[in-house]
Each structure stands twice: as C-alpha cells, then as structure tokens.
C-alpha cells in the first residue's frame, strides 16, 4: 500500500506558474501508474494529466495540454504537477493517484483506474 501526500499549492496570479509535488511513502512510485485530478466547487472530479508506468509515458487533458507538464522522479519517489500559464478556471482541488496495472490510455483518464489519493491541495488562481 503506498501513502500519498500532495504539496505545492496556493494562491496565484494568472499567468503565473506552480508547481505541485506528490510524495509517496510505504511503496515506491516505479510500481504505478499515477495521474492529477483536481475538484473545482461544484463540478466533478476531472482528469488533469498521467504517467503511465510501463512505457513512461504522459498525458494531459485537452483543457490543460500546452500548459502543464507531468513528470516522476523515482529516486525520489515523487510525481509533479507542473503548472504555466495558469487560468481562474484552473481553481481546484488538485489530487494526486496511484494506481497498478496497464491500463489503456482511455482508462488511465478515468478516476476509478487509481486505487489510492492523496487529500489534495488547494490551488486558487486569481484575476
């Protein structure tokens, strides 16, 4: 079982840039597949971007593609979130996921492919 801790959000301007990080302990993240999401108030949860294990290759949401960039460090046994040019509508819970297995591109988008998150950091972009 792996535990997961989200860090890095806040408060910024848009147009600016944040980074988040997701730091695992108790498995190493090598083992997983791993993906953003993020929950803005009142919506559902929604696909931000993923690792895939197997062939180390990422993915990103068409509303974020351009703009943030993911990436895995496993000597560190942590996942980011780069964020840029960030938008109001980027305001959202961002949660990070873990999860095993070799799931198809389509279901790595999907938030119930990953069997463990971490709580979520706040991320608030302002005008």
């Avoid at 990422?58 to 974020?64: K, N, Q």
């Avoid at 943030?68 to 046994?77: L, Q, R």
């Avoid at 996942?79 to 509508?89: A, D, G, H, I, T």
Wanted: proline share 2%; charged share 20%.
């Amino acid at each position: 079982q792996v535990q997961l801790v989200e860090s890095g959000g806040g408060l910024v301007q848009a147009g600016g840039s944040l980074r988040l990080s997701c730091t695992a302990s108790g498995r190493t993240l090598s083992t997983y597949n791993m993906a953003w999401f993020r929950q803005a108030p009142g919506k559902e949860r929604e696909f931000v971007g993923a690792h895939r294990r197997s062939l180390r290759t990422t993915y990103t949401a068409d509303s974020v593609k351009g703009r943030f960039t993911v990436s895995k460090d496993n000597a560190k046994n942590e996942f980011y979130l780069q964020m840029n040019s960030v938008k109001p509508e980027d305001t959202a819970v961002y949660y990070c996921a873990a999860g095993a297995g070799n799931p198809t591109s389509m279901y790595l988008r999907v938030a119930s492919t990953y069997d463990y998150w971490g709580q979520g950091t706040q991320v608030t972009v302002s005008y």
